[in-house]
């Protein structure tokens, strides 16, 4: 190669490295709801930089587009390699931190996806995961999603009402339900905000003077007893327990509001409640990753995102 055609080289790669720059923090956003991972995030951007500095770009027409499809194919495969290692199996301390950073890298996610939101994406198969989040969080059509997830439009639409109703957040019409769930919402929020701060006078309000706390034994510290009662007890066990709450969200757990703790949105426990008059009666703290996978969790009524509109499309899918 002449030193003219070094420069020349040189020349594109900086120019390319620009215009990625300036997809980079949109290109990062979409690598978070899809992975649901800092570092995931950061390694399919890197790995979609490395095939556009070798691709021909003069066939390119829409670079937003064409890095759209790449990035999301890339994250496609981190999903599936996530999903043969079993990679995110409850660890022997259910809350210990999973990277280096983690009250960092749960602002940053929570910040941008949505504690909730992350967690019921956690359940869905790759495929469905990428079709609901590119369709319906990003506004991409589904003849673009298409070639993503290797399916045609229609069987790409199916997988994302698929995932959508799974993790659910549909309205409720029945008015007794509204007032329902609305009432199970307000006594969760008041706990986890007690919690949270240690405040024994806001346990007492929201739980049971008979209330009653199980758990298993993957869920509770060494030496905590497995069940206890009386709202004494329980109120002051859970303001010294508070801590966990930090990363606690409200979802529907197998159709009542429960309270998931998922630090970086992985969910590590769940809350399972029971209300009665008015009141948190007993809860069974779920921490066994079988019992825990077996869980259905979805989103509250509307909660679900609403569909982007700064999503750029594909105009031409890389081979």
Same mark, same amino acid.
């Given at each position: 190669?002449? %030193?003219?055609?070094?420069?020349?080289?040189?020349?594109?790669?900086?120019?390319?490295?620009?215009?990625?720059?300036? %997809?980079?923090?949109?290109?990062?956003? &979409? $690598?978070?709801?899809?992975?649901?991972?800092?570092?995931?995030?950061?390694?399919?951007?890197?790995?979609?930089?490395?095939?556009?500095?070798?691709?021909?770009?003069?066939?390119?027409?829409?670079? +937003?587009?064409?890095?759209?499809? @790449?990035?999301?194919?890339?994250?496609?495969?981190?999903?599936?390699?996530?999903?043969?290692?079993? %990679?995110? =199996? *409850?660890?022997?301390?259910?809350?210990?931190?999973?990277?280096?950073?983690?009250?960092?890298?749960?602002?940053?996610?929570?910040?941008?996806?949505?504690? $909730?939101?992350?967690?019921?994406?956690?359940?869905?198969?790759?495929? %469905?995961?990428?079709?609901?989040?590119?369709?319906?969080?990003?506004?991409?059509?589904?003849?673009? @999603?298409?070639?993503?997830?290797?399916?045609?439009?229609?069987? +790409?639409?199916?997988?994302?009402?698929?995932?959508?109703?799974?993790?659910?957040?549909?309205? &409720?019409?029945?008015?007794?339900?509204?007032?329902?769930?609305?009432?199970?919402?307000?006594?969760?929020?008041?706990?986890?905000?007690?919690?949270?701060?240690?405040?024994? $006078?806001?346990?007492?309000?929201?739980?049971?003077?008979?209330?009653?706390?199980?758990?298993?034994? #993957? #869920?509770?510290?060494?030496? =905590?007893?497995? +069940?206890?009662?009386?709202?004494?007890? &329980?109120?002051?066990?859970? #303001?010294?327990?508070?801590?966990?709450?930090?990363?606690?969200?409200?979802?529907?757990?197998?159709?009542?509001?429960?309270?998931?703790? +998922?630090?970086?949105?992985?969910?590590? *426990?769940?809350? =399972?409640?029971?209300?009665?008059?008015?009141?948190?009666?007993?809860?069974? @703290?779920?921490?066994?990753?079988?019992?825990?996978?077996?869980?259905?969790?979805?989103?509250?009524?509307?909660?679900?995102?609403?569909?982007?509109?700064?999503?750029?499309?594909?105009?031409?899918?890389?081979?």
């Amino acid at each position: 190669m002449t %030193e003219a055609a070094k420069t020349a080289k040189t020349a594109q790669q900086r120019e390319l490295a620009t215009l990625f720059d300036a %997809e980079r923090t949109r290109l990062r956003g &979409v $690598a978070l709801r899809l992975l649901g991972s800092l570092d995931e995030a950061d390694d399919a951007i890197q790995r979609t930089w490395l095939k556009l500095s070798r691709e021909d770009t003069t066939g390119i027409r829409n670079l +937003a587009g064409w890095l759209t499809t @790449v990035l999301a194919r890339e994250c496609l495969d981190l999903l599936r390699a996530r999903t043969r290692r079993a %990679e995110f =199996v *409850l660890p022997d301390d259910p809350l210990a931190p999973t990277s280096p950073n983690p009250v960092e890298d749960d602002v940053v996610l929570i910040e941008s996806v949505g504690r $909730a939101l992350l967690v019921v994406l956690d359940r869905l198969s790759p495929a %469905e995961r990428v079709a609901l989040v590119l369709h319906d969080v990003f506004g991409m059509p589904f003849t673009d @999603v298409a070639p993503v997830v290797a399916r045609s439009p229609v069987a +790409a639409k199916k997988l994302a009402s698929r995932a959508r109703q799974k993790i659910g957040g549909g309205a &409720v019409t029945e008015p007794s339900s509204r007032r329902r769930l609305a009432e199970q919402r307000r006594l969760a929020s008041a706990f986890v905000a007690a919690a949270r701060h240690g405040d024994l $006078a806001g346990l007492l309000v929201v739980l049971a003077p008979d209330v009653v706390r199980t758990a298993d034994a #993957a #869920a509770v510290p060494e030496g =905590v007893p497995l +069940a206890i009662s009386g709202i004494d007890a &329980v109120a002051r066990e859970t #303001a010294v327990l508070g801590g966990r709450a930090a990363a606690a969200t409200l979802v529907l757990v197998d159709d009542t509001v429960g309270i998931v703790v +998922a630090p970086g949105g992985r969910p590590r *426990l769940a809350l =399972v409640l029971t209300f009665r008059d008015g009141r948190i009666s007993a809860y069974d @703290v779920v921490g066994d990753p079988a019992r825990l996978a077996a869980l259905r969790l979805r989103l509250l009524p509307a909660s679900y995102p609403s569909g982007g509109t700064n999503a750029s499309h594909p105009v031409r899918p890389p081979g």
